[in-house]
């Protein structure tokens, strides 16, 4: 191979490189740009989760209260007819078997107060820990775009064609300054005669 065609092999090869690492830190570019945006969706669908949960934590509290006032109302109710009935038969109220109808109703009572009020509690903290959770994922799939972001910006598409460029000349330059010496010292013809 002549110095010339050696040459012109090697820009072109250079060349090509510098094409490919061009287009591969484009490509690396566009991949985090991407990924960027898919996180942006992700941190933004967890907002939305946590106002979500936020509101039904909310909501939570307010269904206990009319709870509350429905057990109540039919405690009452259940109650009044009970006094009715009782006067209605002449009986003495809260005594003897009358009152412990009274003490009952009364307990059944506080039993469902307590049981409706454990059960909002819960569910409460259940709404409270999927708005943290919400929030917490938000904030990390922010995090993680804004460095996507960073990471893109710092990719420079043309330096990397510069050093492809300027790494595959001077490896091709060295495999042919190793083939040519090696081809010197193979053929006696082109070597000086020894005196």
């Known amino acids: 191979m002549s110095a010339g065609a050696a040459a012109a092999f090697a820009f072109a090869s250079a060349a090509f490189?510098?094409?490919d690492g061009y287009?591969?830190?484009k490509s690396q570019q566009y991949a985090l740009r991407s990924r960027a945006l898919t996180?942006?969706?992700q941190a933004g669908i967890s907002r939305i989760n946590a106002q979500l949960a936020s509101q039904q934590a909310s909501e939570v509290m307010r269904l206990r209260e009319k709870r509350l006032m429905m057990t109540g109302l039919q405690y009452a109710q259940a109650e009044g007819s009970r006094k009715a009935r009782t006067a209605a038969r002449g009986v003495q109220a809260g005594v003897g078997s009358a009152g412990e109808i009274a003490a009952s109703l009364a307990f059944a009572k506080e039993?469902?107060?307590l049981e409706i009020n454990s059960a909002s509690v819960r569910e409460k903290n259940a709404a409270r820990r999927a708005m943290f959770s919400a929030r917490a994922q938000g904030a990390l799939a922010s995090v993680a775009a804004r460095s996507s972001r960073d990471l893109?910006?710092?990719i420079s598409p043309w330096g990397s064609a510069a050093m492809a460029f300027g790494s595959s000349l001077l490896n091709t330059g060295?495999?042919?300054a190793m083939y040519s010496m090696g081809g010197a010292q193979a053929n006696p013809a082109t070597t000086s005669p020894s005196p």
């Open 111 to 113: 039993t469902d107060r």
């Open 174 to 176: 060295s495999m042919m």
């Open 17 to 19: 490189s510098a094409v």
């Open 152 to 154: 893109a910006g710092a």
């Open 39 to 41: 996180l942006d969706y």
């Open 23 to 25: 287009y591969g830190a």
